[in-house]
T-cell receptor
Framework: AQSVAQPEDQVNVAEGNPLTVKCTYS??????LFWYVQYPNRGLQFLLK??????LVKGSYGFEAEFNKSQTSFHLKKPSALVSDSALYFC????????????FGSGTKLNVKP | DGGITQSPKYLFRKEGQNVTLSCEQN?????MYWYRQDPGQGLRLIYY???????QKGDIAEGYSVSREKKESFPLTVTSAQKNPTAFYLC??????????FGQGTRLTVV
């Protein structure tokens, strides 16, 4: 079965410091991986995706993520956090072999302190 | 302006009542999805549809029903069989191998 794990419920970081939000996955075949962000009482907004090619993908708002096949990880990173980055972040994997279903992690709440 | 629209934003249901949540997209996407989000939990898949007139149960389909009579529309009915329906419901759509686009959600509360 496909699955996505986000081991941290919450990540706290000071403004200006680098941030990392962790994600590991379990999927058969080559994965399609995504990161989404959610603000309170809103839908999810797409940040970035990995389909194939370069392991480092860049996305919206200065975020990037590194695909590591050997560690089955897809951690989200940003060199310098902003207070406005505070939100709920979801990692997702798309199962191409099973009706293209999306599987989401449990979410990580990012708190950026001024 | 292309996108995916959910309505209403807030919905209140009485005990034993069926309610229907609307989801419409004008993105020409084949696939559509319904997710449920509870506080402190991730998104759980209720139903999904790859093409018109076809849909499959997700991980928590009990107490819910859907239809896909048009490509643009994928309404979700929360039936009286769903014993704990209070949650935030999210609809999404996508093309093959592409990202999912999400609506702004419907918050359902049992009163």
């Amino acid at each position: 079965a496909q699955s996505v794990a986000q081991p941290e419920d919450q990540v706290n970081v000071a403004e200006g410091n680098p941030l990392t939000v962790k994600c590991t996955y379990s999927v058969s075949g080559n994965p399609y991986l995504f990161w989404y962000v959610q603000y309170p009482n809103r839908g999810l907004q797409f940040l970035l995706k990995y389909i194939t090619g370069d392991n480092l993908v860049k996305g919206s708002y200065g975020f990037e993520a590194e695909f590591n096949k050997s560690q089955t990880s897809f951690h989200l990173k940003k060199p310098s956090a902003l207070v406005s980055d505070s939100a709920l972040y979801f990692c997702a994997v798309r199962d191409r072999d099973n009706f293209n279903k999306f599987y989401f992690g449990s979410g990580t709440k990012l708190n950026v302190k001024p | 302006d292309g996108g995916i629209t959910q309505s209403p934003k807030y919905l209140f249901r009485k005990e034993g009542q069926n309610v229907t949540l609307s989801c419409e997209q004008n993105l020409n996407h084949d696939a559509m999805y319904w997710y449920r989000q509870d506080p402190g939990q991730g998104l759980r898949l209720i139903y999904y549809s790859q093409i018109v007139n076809d849909f499959q149960k997700g991980d928590i389909a009990e107490g819910y029903s859907v239809s896909r009579e048009k490509k643009e529309s994928f309404p979700l009915t929360v039936t009286s069989a769903q014993k704990n329906p209070t949650a935030f419901y999210l609809c999404a759509s996508s093309r093959q191998a592409m990202k999912a686009f999400f609506g702004q959600g419907t918050r359902l509360t049992v009163v």
